[in-house]
């Protein structure tokens, strides 16, 4: 199958209308339509079920969608990342807002790279495999590292951040069922680290944080320890193989600070 057959099955697998595809695709419809039929031909499997009225997926078709999105994805990085090796520019990290921010601190000053760029994002493994980004800071309980080369980092407990005067503010430590029950409560805002503080502290929300940015909380917000959610194990990764010099500096400046006492004590 050729690339822009699979381009277009995704677009009429996503539009279900050959009208609205052949105008996404710009193209004509006709053609769209003798590309659809080529591709049945060839994989000798109905992909569509199509009526006057209606197109719908078969089981068939359910699949080849959810995979070509896949693959049309993984060229587009592909792509990306090798221009990035032809035209070297800035290193980008992804990062999670609020994520073992002190590490992070000591990590951007000893790889010394003036170019290194942070990207905020709450989706760090999907901005390396779409290739806006490098590499990335991820939690190895949580996040999806299979392909990645990995170093680990440091490790973070879980922190809840509440305005000073809610009435767990004075709590030495809170389980994470007695979070759930407060109103406002979000487990994973999406907002930057910023605007979450500024949040608790107006009193609009309740949210776990890691603890490393205890230092950084303003006097109208309390960390309070949470007694029953695991610690994040964080992780440098990036994809293999790995031919850029820069990314070999911050690999090996994140491994230097991996194996200090303090960042497995952060």
């Not at 050959?18 to 039929?37: N, Y």
């Not at 993984?74 to 221009?83: C, I, N, Q, T």
């Not at 809610?166 to 407060?182: F, G, W, Y």
């Amino acid at each position: 199958m050729e690339i822009r057959d699979l381009e277009y099955f995704v677009a009429i697998g996503e539009e279900l209308h050959f009208g609205r595809a052949a105008e996404r695709l710009g193209i004509a419809q006709p053609p769209l339509s003798r590309a659809i039929s080529r591709i049945e031909r060839r994989m000798k499997v109905r992909l569509l079920e199509r009526t006057s009225r209606r197109v719908e997926l078969t089981p068939a078709g359910v699949i080849l969608l959810e995979e070509g999105r896949g693959v049309l994805q993984s060229l587009d990085a592909a792509v990306l990342r090798a221009r990035r090796a032809a035209e070297p520019g800035p290193v980008v990290l992804a990062v999670y807002p609020g994520a073992a921010s002190q590490f992070l601190a000591r990590l951007v000053r000893a790889a010394e790279m003036p170019e290194l760029t942070l990207k905020f994002t709450r989706d760090t493994p999907a901005a390396v495999q779409d290739g806006t980004a490098d590499a990335a800071l991820v939690c190895l309980s949580t996040d999806d590292v299979a392909g990645f080369e990995t170093i680990s980092l440091t490790r973070e407990r879980s922190m809840a951040l509440v305005p000073r005067d809610h009435h767990l503010a004075a709590a030495a430590a809170v389980p994470a069922a007695a979070l759930r029950r407060e109103p406002g409560f979000e487990e994973y805002p999406p907002a930057s680290l910023d605007e979450i503080v500024d949040r608790v502290a107006a009193g609009l929300l309740v949210t776990v944080v890691g603890d490393s940015i205890a230092a950084r909380l303003p006097p109208a917000v309390v960390g309070v320890t949470v007694t029953d959610l695991p610690p994040s194990d964080l992780a440098l990764v990036w994809p293999a193989p790995v031919r850029r010099p820069e990314l070999h500096m911050l690999a090996r400046a994140a491994k230097t600070l991996a194996d200090e006492p303090a960042a497995r004590q952060t």
